[in-house]
């Protein structure tokens, strides 16, 4: 265990060396306060502030702290909890990382092998093949590029935006460590939530309690009251532009829209005033579905439907990146609000009030 696996634990020899020194977690998450409080750490910062606090001074304590920390978002087991942290542990590596590169070797003070180089990390993720330098920066094969700018916001990400040139695109050095910051997070993400053995969820129910607590805090959902067409996923993107088509739709599918919409905020009268152009949805069935659906003629609220069932159904159309990583098209939608500004989401309202008035 090094001070190099220390400050960058998602690496392949980090994980190795945890494993070759015999570790038991379970030993550790009982016997180790401190690697559980750095642990603890990591993923509060990562949900309060997206990055994951100042390093232990124990390389030790560091470094445990990473499995620990994944261990903890998988008890919690929430898909905003596994997002926000990957985000959280991206950003700093990528901190990290940038310094490591722009570090000149002869001011560099002590401790150089605990930095890494782009072209480690392009090894480490497998795209050395991928990534070739050029005289501008460097060309990323076209596959490469989509796969890893998919899930990063911004026009200029999009493909159509971009110079293809025989397959590869064209980026600057800047531009390349945002893939590899999104590498990295793609990398944390990866498998989580873990499925954790009992003798150490046991151990872990106080620091599990006060991350759940931070997470209550931030109030989440406020924002999935926030009503933003743009961002909604593409299964029920699809399904509102089927009822605006005037096309007639199944009744999982009108249950899957019309309880998505209702999940989100919208009223019983808003959700009659998008389906009138559909003349079949009659205004008294949608007002009877949509009365039920939010409760109020039932005993029950219900909810959208899980990805698995939409899939069964043939619901499922057009599946992108984020798709991955959740199950519910309600996290998906939860998960783009939260990765929007606060800034784009009043344009978006404004927007909104303006085509309503
Ligand atoms: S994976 Fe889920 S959220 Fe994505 S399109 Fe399919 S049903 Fe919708």
Known sequence: MDAR?????????????????????????QNDDAVVERALERVTTAVTDREIGEAAHSTRVELLSYPVARVIVSLVDENILVRRYAQGEANTAYERFRDDFTTDDDLASVGGDERVSRDDLLREFDLRDHVTPTEEGFDVGVATYLLLSSSIRGEDW????????????????????????????DRVADGLPLSVPDAIGSELGEAVSEVKTVL????????????????????????????QRGDHLPHHSRFAITAFLANIGLSTDEIVQIYEVNPGFGEEMTRYQTDHIQGESSPTEYTAPACATMKSYGDCVNPDALCDHISHPLSYYEAKLDDADEDELDDWRDQNDQSEA
């Open 5 to 29: 696996h220390a400050r960058y634990p998602f690496l392949a020899s980090a994980r190795t060396a945890v494993q070759e020194a015999g570790v038991d977690l379970a030993d550790v998450v």
């Open 216 to 243: 209550s805090e931030l109030d989440l959902t406020r924002d999935i009251d926030t009503v933003v067409p743009e961002l909604f996923p593409p299964c029920m993107t699809n399904l509102l532009e089927r009822v």
């Open 158 to 185: 999009r493909l159509v935006n971009r110079r293809l040139d025989d397959g590869r695109v064209p980026v600057s050095g800047l531009e390349l460590d945002d893939l590899l910051r999104q590498a990295v997070e």
